[in-house]
């Protein structure tokens, strides 16, 4: 049975509506067909759950308290320092092994201890990674033991070849494209058989530049968007989504 790929809105246009009885209407130009796909590979935070679970403000809080206590710094002036690192480094994690050489596991299990509790079960979720043609991985800044935990929680556990997560990076966070090559080598992607998906836009940039196609799942986040919270996309963006259920669900074969 053929699965047909799931139908995505090019960035910055709006869906087409087809009346019945009509042809499919041509692709728009930068669209990029999602045929003979056979990689998937999934941002975690605020893709594969919604981001009003607002998970971040838990780790974005346990950042701060972790730099004050190993600087022995009051909550604010670390909260100063943790934004300087996250300007300056991509990650606070970053800025702190640079500049400070600490140790990164301590860190890890320290913000990543967080109430996964807002993250509902989702079968609708796991019914459309069934369905979806092609091995799944999971790309993120994070530690394998949160993703674990999120995708637990989620109850789609198992549907995922691998995580590779900020160690299997080499603690390099995205959009640092060393990582993305290093993904591309250790678990055998051909990129241009390859689709990312991601709420945040500049991370979508290296997979672009290696062949993958992109998805942006747009979210309500200034900090996410192309630009910094406009409305533009760059060309690395070759589809735009709103809502990560609804979409692979559209190209989902029937449940029998």
């Known amino acids: 049975m053929t699965i047909q790929a799931p139908p995505v809105r090019p960035a910055g246009q709006a869906s087409p509506v087809r009346p019945a009885g009509h042809a499919s209407p041509a692709r728009p130009a930068g669209a990029r067909s999602l045929s003979g796909v056979d990689t998937w590979v999934f941002d975690l935070d605020n893709t594969l759950y919604p981001s009003s679970c607002n998970l971040f403000a838990q780790v974005d809080r346990r950042i701060g308290e972790f730099i004050a206590e190993y600087f022995g710094l009051p909550y604010e002036e670390a909260r100063a320092k943790q934004k300087k690192y996250f ?34 079960p989702s079968e609708r979720l796991a019914r459309a990674l069934d369905a979806l043609p092609g091995r799944k991985l999971v ?58 998906v991601e709420d945040i836009a500049r991370n979508l940039a290296p997979a672009a530049a ?8 747009r979210t309500d986040a200034d900090w996410s968007r192309p630009d910094g919270g406009g409305v533009g996309h760059g060309d690395h963006i070759h589809h735009v989504v709103d809502d990560l259920i609804d979409w692979l669900e559209a190209g989902a074969p029937p449940v029998l």
């Open 87 to 120: 300007r300056e480094h991509g990650t606070s994690l970053r800025g702190l092994m640079v500049e400070h050489d600490i140790d990164p596991v301590p860190f890890l299990e320290y913000v990543h201890d967080i109430d996964v509790t807002p993250v509902e």
């Open 139 to 196: 790309y993120t800044n994070g530690s394998v033991r949160h993703a674990e935990n999120i995708l637990a929680r989620l109850g789609v556990e198992g549907r995922f070849e691998a995580v590779f997560d900020i160690v299997a990076a080499g603690y390099v966070p995205k959009p640092d494209p060393r990582p993305y090559r290093t993904l591309v080598e250790r678990h055998g992607v051909e990129p241009t058989r390859a689709v990312m």
């Open 210 to 217: 290696l062949g993958m196609t992109t998805v942006w799942l």
